[in-house]
């Protein structure tokens, strides 16, 4: 028995050394050797000047093996302090003797992770990992947007163009000892990491910054809820600021919106009011049906079905031409136009500017507003419609309206991307996508001399967006918010300069200003800031 005893423990020795052997060397291997995955280095976001608006930076991150930790409350104690987490819960992902991993603390600076290090714990190891940081604050914030914990984009070009950035990641192996400390020089790559491509925005940061700045002001002074503003190139459409501002609330002062908010002026939609009465005026002209001399009898009122229209300001029957009715922003004038017009091409006039469909743009949470058809019309739409209720849109909407007559009827969609720019440098500019034309040259022509009147006239609505040196076309809005009877109004003024040679187009939305509910007031003076900044940083010629 004994001999066929040590028969068989040599048979099984055999098994181990020789059969066996690359079975456990493939177990020893599994135990000290881990695969890492290694982030991919996210892409940059610039303005159109190359000045940074957001970039990663590397940092280190603090994990653990709670497999080879004898006293996580000891460990939490020690740890919990220099990464300022919560102690009882770090101890208990340190308890965790199931995993093999557990993160003590995310992205940390270089002197927290060198007091981590100087503690020389067993089972503590350090990964590099990138932080997105935002060099210019809260500039563009919205629209730049943010990202998570884990570098994936959460809201504005972030999220759009999350794939574009994140790049490829890749794997690294990395040997252990039996604490499970990482073994230096153990390490070899498996798959490396593809950088992600940056992107370059239309946004200029200056004008940017200009912008809120004007916008802030305004908000204040006005104690509005809140203000929006774009500026566009009319010529190319690219969009070189779009500014949000939050207004005063008990427990903070008004503030430029933070990156965590949607990009309001693509998201919000509001009535227009009578800004819209642009789009009455350019139909009329392009039928036909009127020329800016074209004589009216105004009345103070109108009935349409059963809803009655009056102008702002009580007056007796007054003869007005078209271009009076525009820079009086009379009610009664425009809907007594839109009635030649007729609702099936006011309809279709509306949808040809852009109403009811987003905007190239493509943001996160972009609205497409609300416009019908005509056969949808009540018998009180043609009173609404074309003065600006009764249909919803966002700015931006509104903006690409008179862009459009700026630039000679040919609507030239908005654009925030110019380019990206691959790891190894070569950039990729984003196409300008096609313009289409919505109104003749000629019928464009005439709409411009119109708003140009609204600034320029003495009875213009538009007098305080008026800019020396350059003509300005505008107009002015000033719409109820339903509920109407809640007493609350958005008050805006869009239009652009130079007027005889068209470059910039702007917009200033106010939610809810106090003091003046009017466009007029509220909207015109923040525009004129805006667009004389815009043109002098633009090196815009005079009129």
């Known amino acids: 028995m004994t001999v066929l005893a040590f028969a068989g423990i040599g048979v099984r020795l055999f098994d181990l050394q020789a059969r066996d052997r690359s079975h456990l060397e493939s177990l020893g291997v599994g135990q000290r050797m881990r695969t890492v995955t290694v982030p991919a280095e996210r892409g940059n976001i610039f303005d159109r ?30 740890l919990a302090p220099i990464v300022h987490a919560d102690q009882a819960e770090l ?51 919205p629209v730049v947007g943010f990202v998570g914990t884990d570098n994936n ?17 890749g794997r690294v ?46 908000v204040t002074s006005m104690n509005a809820h809140q203000g ?17 501002v939050d207004g005063a609330t008990d427990s903070a002062p008004a503030q430029a919106a933070p990156a965590t908010e949607s990009t309001h002026p ?22 036909g049906l009127i020329s800016p001399d074209s004589s009216f009898t105004v009345p103070d009122s109108i009935t349409v079905g059963d809803a009655v229209y009056q102008d702002d300001e009580d007056h007796p029957t007054e003869q007005l031409t078209a271009s009076d009715i525009l820079a009086q922003s009379s009610n009664v004038g425009t809907i007594e136009i839109a009635r030649s017009l007729g609702k099936d091409r006011l309809a279709n006039y509306l949808r040809a500017f852009g109403f009811g469909q987003r ?11 609300v416009t019908f058809d005509a056969a949808k019309y009540t018998d009180t739409s043609m009173g609404a419609v074309p003065i600006g209720y009764g249909i919803s849109v966002t700015a931006m909407q509104m903006l690409d309206v008179y862009s459009t007559i700026a630039n000679h009827g040919i609507a030239r969609p908005p654009r925030l991307v110019a380019a990206t720019i691959d790891a190894d440098g070569t950039r990729h500019d984003q196409p300008l996508a096609p313009p289409r034309q919505v109104v003749s040259a000629a019928a464009a022509e005439a709409v411009n001399g119109m708003l140009q009147k609204v600034v320029a006239d003495p009875v213009g609505t538009g007098t305080k967006a008026a800019i020396r040196g350059y003509a300005v076309a505008g107009k002015t809005g000033t719409a109820r918010k339903a509920p109407y009877d809640s007493g609350e109004y958005n008050a805006s003024f869009a239009g652009f300069a130079p007027a005889d040679n068209p470059r910039l187009a702007a917009i200033v939305v106010m939610d809810s200003p106090q003091g003046s509910i009017y466009g007029a007031d509220a909207a015109a003076p923040v525009f ?9 940083y633009e090196r815009v010629p005079a009129s």
């Open 49 to 78: 000047n190359g000045k940074v608006f957001a970039v990663s930076v590397p940092q280190t991150t603090i994990v653990a093996d709670p497999r080879v930790i004898k006293d996580p409350d000891v460990y939490a104690a020690k």
């Open 266 to 287: 693509v998201a919000d939609v509001y009535e227009p009011g009578s800004t819209n009465k642009v789009i009455t005026m350019a139909g009329a002209i392009q039928e």
């Open 528 to 536: 004129q800031q805006i667009m004389q900044f815009a043109l002098g």
């Open 173 to 218: 192996q990395v040997e252990r000892d039996p604490q499970g400390n990482d073994i230096p020089g153990g390490e070899h790559q498996v798959a490396p990491a593809k950088r992600g491509q940056d992107v370059v925005l239309t946004i200029d940061s200056s004008l940017q910054w200009k912008t809120e700045q004007a916008l802030l002001q305004g």
């Open 359 to 369: 905007t190239a743009l493509n943001l996160p949470g972009e609205a497409s507003g």
């Open 228 to 244: 929006m503003a774009i500026v566009v190139d009319v010529q190319t459409g690219d969009v070189l600021a779009m500014a949000t």
């Open 153 to 169: 984009g959460l809201g504005g070009i972030e999220y759009d163009f999350d794939k574009v950035l994140t790049g490829q990641p």
């Open 91 to 141: 101890e208990a992902r340190l308890a965790n003797r199931k995993s093999a991993f557990a993160y003590v603390a995310r992205k940390v600076d270089d002197p927290t992770a060198k007091q981590v290090r100087d503690l020389d714990l067993v089972g503590i190891s350090f990964q590099d990992e990138s932080k997105r940081f935002y060099p210019t604050g809260p500039v563009a914030a």
